[in-house]
């Protein structure tokens, strides 16, 4: 069974394996870690059986009109099962009191994120490489 939680009571970084598939620098999991206690809302997903977080969803905001969602993973091995689209729609409901909730994507996970009701828009970025890992 999976269940979700928006705390990291009784959270340890070493329950956190398995992200950042693909990254030139994946963040290790201390600093994984970090990003739950400084974001200002998050959910996690937590496989009951073994009690592995498998799945994560961050969001940052400046409390009065806006949020950014910037991070939302599943771990390979568990997707497919619906729990992206769980912390997607558990996200999108603890933020409905904002007038903006944005995020940037790649192409292909457009489809995705339609299916919440999202719709497509021009973004533009910058990105530090040598920062991946966190500062
Ligand atoms: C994108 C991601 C979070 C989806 O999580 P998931 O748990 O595999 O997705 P779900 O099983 O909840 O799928 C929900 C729905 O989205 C669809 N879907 C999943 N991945 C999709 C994709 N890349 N493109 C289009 N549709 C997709 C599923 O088919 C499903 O549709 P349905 O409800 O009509 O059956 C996951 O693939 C992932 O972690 N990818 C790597 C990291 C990443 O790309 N994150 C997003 C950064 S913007």
């Known amino acids: 069974m999976i269940k979700y939680i928006d705390t990291i009571e009784g959270i340890t970084p070493q329950q956190l394996e ?9 963040l290790k999991q201390e600093k994984h870690f970090e990003l739950f206690e400084k974001s200002d809302y998050f959910w996690l997903a937590i496989d009951e059986d073994n009690n ?8 940052i905001s400046d409390k009065v009109l806006s949020a950014y969602i910037p ?13 992206g689209r769980k912390l997607v729609e558990l996200m999108l409901d603890t933020l409905k ?30 990105r530090n490489y040598d920062k991946q890992g966190g500062k």
């Open 18 to 26: 398995g992200f950042f598939v693909g990254w030139l620098e994946p």
């Open 52 to 59: 592995k977080v498998v799945g994560f969803i961050t969001a």
């Open 97 to 126: 009191s904002y007038y903006m909730i944005d995020l940037v994507c790649d192409e292909d996970k457009t489809p995705f994120y339609k299916k919440y009701g999202m719709c497509k828009a021009t973004a533009m970025m910058f």
């Open 71 to 83: 991070l939302l993973e599943v771990v390979p091995s568990q997707q497919g099962k619906g729990i």
